[in-house]
């Protein structure tokens, strides 16, 4: 038997293909049927009339109807074995009429239904396919929703905490003599335990052996300053409080006026030592960063954090609670 080619491959073709060959085969068998009925009449008929002339008729009309009985039973037979024998025996394979002969040949309900239900799993095939695509696509599109917002979270976590702020410092430098109460002994700064802010030197400072007039501890004012260089040498501009040492009367203001935790408790903070600045980050030589500055949209900030270390400073709230990251110290710092 042949492959069912183009013209059997869908079930409209051979159901219609089907029903003529139904069509044929009722004929077939159905016309023979009403001649014989006629036939009976037309016997019935001559019998009664009885008459020569008409019985030459009657003769004549029952042989031209045994005749068409023959072609119209032998036609669909024959076209029937035709199409079966060029189907079989593959005579003209591959041709248009070898092609119909096989698809007239196989027609049958059951291919109908087999083309079918065929069509059917290949249409749910394609749903099912469509249906995983669909997946694939929404799984797509999660994922990379859910990439873009874990690089969101990302950055937003490293603009908030600063990458190295603090990195190791070492100096010789020693310096016993005391401002406000602070000495330097080996480049680490030795503050008293406490209260801060009664030393502050005022407002004149410099009248007062110190080199800054704000009262920042000498050489916390030159490690500011030399950050202030480096800053500016890598294209930033940075400037430091001019509240350069907190009076205990300040930060007892700040602490009651301020959310509570939010500002140390009098007689604790280090701006009372002259040895803590509050500094300002700029986008570049001139601008200064907003409220809203994260590393990518304050990279004056993001050079200060991560460079301060080589001044001996860092940024010792940047993972606090209450994040200030702006506040300033020395790396080197105990109390004694
Ligand atoms: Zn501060």
Redesign the pocket.
């Known amino acids: 038997m042949f492959q069912v080619l183009l013209l059997c491959d869908q079930s409209v073709m051979v159901r219609a293909i089907y029903f003529f060959k139904t069509f044929l085969n009722i004929l077939r068998f159905s016309l023979p049927l009403i001649l014989i009925f006629m036939l009976t009449i037309d016997f019935y008929k001559g019998m009664i009339i009885g008459e020569n002339d008409d019985k030459q008729q009657i003769i004549k009309k029952v042989g031209n109807r045994v005749i068409a009985c023959i072609i119209v039973f032998l036609v669909p037979t024959i076209v029937n074995l035709t199409m079966s024998i060029i189907n079989k025996a593959g005579y003209g394979n591959g041709n248009y009429f070898q092609e119909f002969a096989s698809c007239y040949d196989e027609a049958s309900l059951e291919l109908v239904k087999k083309l079918e239900s065929e069509e059917d799993l290949k249409l749910s095939e394609i749903e099912e396919q469509k249906r995983q695509e669909s997946i694939i696509l929404a799984a797509d599109y999660q994922a990379k929703e859910a990439a873009k917002k874990e690089e969101n979270r990302k950055a937003y976590q490293d603009s908030q905490s600063g990458v190295s702020p603090n990195g190791s410092y070492s100096s010789n430098l020693t310096d016993l003599n005391k401002q406000n109460g602070v000495y330097i002994k080996n480049g680490t700064f030795y503050k008293p335990s406490g209260p801060s802010g009664k030393g502050c030197p005022g407002s004149n400072a410099t009248s007062k052996g110190y080199n800054n007039s704000y009262g920042y501890n000498n050489y916390f004012y030159i490690m500011l300053t030399n950050l202030i260089k480096g800053a500016k040498d890598a294209g930033y501009n940075l400037s430091i409080s001019s509240q350069g040492c907190r009076s205990y009367k300040t930060q007892v203001e700040y602490y009651q006026s301020m959310e509570k935790g939010r500002a140390a408790k009098p007689g604790n903070s280090r701006?009372g030592w002259g040895i803590?600045s509050?500094v300002t980050f700029y986008k570049n030589a001139t601008t200064k960063c907003g409220s809203k500055r994260t590393r990518s949209n304050c990279p004056g900030m993001a050079w200060v954090h991560d460079n301060a270390y080589k001044y001996g400073l860092k940024f010792p709230l940047l993972n606090a609670s209450y994040r200030?990251d702006w506040?300033i110290e020395p790396i080197n710092l105990k109390t004694y």
């Open positions: 701006h803590a509050d200030e506040h």
